[in-house]
């Protein structure tokens, strides 16, 4: 309801209720008026099982001790960014009662740090202490008022760990350990939808003090207690099959045209059998055969603040290892994998923006619900400016068949443009802000972005404008044979803290230490995305990026130079509208100065086999989507890797993927 019908409506009521209590004369006496049967409440029915889902801020401490020969003690204090996930099932009675059970995970977030409980160098050793999850099982009990709850939880909690040694003779030592506390808490939660609620919850953990004895003969023993600030949203589900299982897409309904949830899950193993390698250096795939996992879920949570302003919230539970730690090929084979190996689910906010949107009036088009899009009418002609943290490529260099590793393609040089070093962390995201002008034949954007500090890092060099990434691109729609197509042109410059290749080489002093010749630099480059429709069921794509290769690269991979091209065919023609088959080529290239350094036995963020016979590295992937049902996809890949790391001493590598991926 608009501000001012909101008014009108509340006054008229107002006038209503006046005539009501003191008559008016200009109405006769014996004219009965209509009575409006006064407006009624739902009251929030707090009975019944729920699922959800939280973020918050963990703090805790850590008295350790560690035995190698002396004793050491030390008393930690570790803090950081927490997420999970919860479940549970209320009753309330009709004085407002409220008992319930719940069980809950956290898990802490994706910077190595935050999750370090303790560390303690001596002489012998360098231990540490770091957690994974924390789990509880509680009891609540509170009093639930309409829409309000407030209640007190407590019960069993649990911790997994794992201690690692680095003895300074021998090798190293890792002991994975669960221990066993209680927690206690309390909280307040507010129904604001017939299936929704939020909540803020503070949580205390106390947990026994454990000691692992490591094959060393070390010894190391701890007494943790861990303190956390959520921030909740639940759904109530009905489990108990009195009106059907719940669909997915009824769980995700958010009651309200202000805001909308959406989520995913994709689970992607990978392996290849041994290979051929004359030899293996620090950055090479390893030759012998392996297999390897990567796990992710998101939700997608977007709300409108005005006409025209939204907020997008995108938490993540991030899992896996990408083959051989995530090195080893320039057009890495899992686009899900990233540059950090999580053993176990690390909490991320990957996406935390806003976006305005200024409509010049005209025409209209209509804006499909999506993960980064609510849905709508919006004009043809529009400025939208976006701000915040989430990746460049959700803006820039979009392509219908070779974009999303959870439903397509998943080689890096073949769902991106390889040689397009664009701002990111260890998992692919960066804080920026865009502007698009759209108009009904072509759309213009810009951007700024924050540099990595250093290559491959997980920080950022805040010199804005004196360090950072400019983005430009345009795209023209055009129509070929009555089939749409878009061409995008974009170029891109960095002004980084970064090293040069040729500078390295010329000094032996530096032994291949390319940071030792870490200075503000610029690199720059172009990309050409073509998408065209060859009938309504197939797709042709194809990319060609290039950089001027002279310094090293800061947050993609090492590609220089990278032409891909490809085709996606939709099952139309054998029954099956859903599934899809992709099929993509991909040949990358080092410049000079990056092959020389390579050659030399220096180490790129992603390869370096200690030398190197130069040829070209050639990507060929394909795969097949089977579609499940509505909600959940299967998908067989397979990629065959020629000059692996652009080294005609290894390979050639058969790469093998499996896909399981749900969204609602």
């Not at 950081?80 to 898990?107: C, H, K, P």
């Amino acid at each position: 309801m608009t501000c001012a019908r909101a008014f009108r409506v509340h006054i008229a009521a107002g006038t209503a209720l006046g005539v009501a209590a003191f008559g008016a004369p200009a109405i006769a006496a014996d004219v009965a008026l209509p009575v409006k049967a006064p407006h009624l409440k739902t009251v929030f029915d707090w009975t019944g099982f729920y699922i959800g889902a939280h973020a918050g801020y963990s703090r805790g401490t850590s008295v350790a001790t560690l035995s190698d020969a002396a004793v050491t003690t030390t008393s930690n204090t570790f803090s950081g960014v927490i997420g999970g996930l919860q479940a549970g099932y209320n009753w309330r009675a009709s004085s407002g009662l409220l008992l319930g059970v719940e069980t809950d995970m956290m898990f802490p977030n994706y910077l190595t740090s935050n999750s370090v409980m303790s560390l303690i160098a001596t002489p012998r050793s360098i231990a540490s202490e770091q957690w994974d999850y924390v789990g509880t099982v509680r009891g609540r009990i509170g009093y639930a008022s309409g829409p309000w709850l407030a209640y007190a939880t407590g019960g069993f909690a649990f911790m997994g760990e794992r201690f690692l040694n680095v003895p300074t003779v021998g090798d190293e030592e890792k002991d994975i350990h669960v221990r066993f506390g209680w927690a206690a808490g309390a909280g307040l939660e507010y129904a604001f939808a017939p299936n929704w609620t939020a909540r803020v919850e503070y949580l205390y953990s106390r947990f026994e003090g454990a000691g692992v004895v490591l094959p060393s003969g070390t010894q190391y023993a701890s007494q943790p207690d861990f303190q956390a600030v959520r921030l909740g949203l639940n759904r109530k589900i009905d489990l108990t099959g009195s009106s059907g299982l719940t669909p997915a897409a009824q769980i995700a309904d958010p009651e309200s045209d202000r805001w909308e949830i959406h989520g995913q899950t994709t689970y992607l193993p990978q392996g290849y059998p041994g290979f051929r390698a004359l030899y293996t250096g620090t950055n090479s795939l390893t030759p012998a055969a392996q297999l390897q996992a990567t796990w992710s879920n998101s939700l997608y949570l977007n709300a409108r603040l005005w006409d025209g302003g939204e907020l997008y919230y995108n938490p993540e539970l991030l899992q896996g290892f990408g083959l051989n730690d995530t090195v080893g090929l320039g057009g890495f084979s899992n686009g899900e994998a990233q540059k950090s190996n999580f053993p176990y689910p690390h909490y991320n906010t990957s996406r935390l923006l806003v976006r305005q949107t200024f409509g010049f009036g005209g025409e209209q088009e209509e804006l499909a619900s999506g993960p980064g899009q609510l849905g709508g009418k919006v004009d043809v002609n529009r400025l939208t400016i976006q701000a915040g943290k989430f990746a460049v490529t959700d803006v820039f260099d979009g392509n219908a068949y070779a974009k999303d590793t959870r439903k397509d393609f998943l080689n890096w040089s073949i769902w991106a443009p390889g040689a397009f070093d664009y701002s990111a962390d260890k998992v692919g995201l960066t804080y920026g802000i865009t502007a698009e002008l759209n108009q009904k034949r072509w759309a213009l954007r810009a951007g700024y972005f924050l540099m990595d500090a250093v290559s491959n890092s997980n920080s950022f060099d805040t010199n804005v404008f004196r360090r950072g990434e400019y983005v430009v691109e345009l795209e023209t729609r055009y129509q070929l044979f009555s089939l749409p197509g878009k061409l995008r042109t974009l170029a891109w410059l960095n002004s980084a803290f970064s090293g040069s290749y040729r500078e390295t080489l010329d000094n032996p002093a530096l032994d291949l230490d390319i940071a030792l010749t870490r200075a503000g630099r610029i690199k720059y480059g172009y990309v050409l995305n073509l998408e065209q429709a060859l009938t309504e069921d197939i797709g042709l794509f194809g990319r060609w990026s290039w950089n001027n290769g002279q310094t090293e690269i800061m947050a993609f991979t090492d590609i220089d130079a990278s032409l891909s091209l490809g085709t996606s065919i939709k099952g139309t023609r054998w029954g099956r509208p859903d599934d899809t088959i992709g099929i993509a080529g991909a040949i990358n290239a080092l410049s000079n100065d990056h092959r020389d350094f390579i050659a030399a036995g220096g180490l790129g963020v992603l390869i370096g086999d200690g030398a190197l016979n130069y040829r070209k590295e050639r990507i060929l992937e394909t795969y097949y989507a089977f579609a499940l049902n509505k909600y959940f996809t299967l998908t067989a890949d397979y990629q065959f890797v020629t000059n692996p790391a652009y080294n005609a001493d290894r390979g050639p590598v058969h790469i093998f993927s499996g896909r399981l991926h749900g969204e609602f």
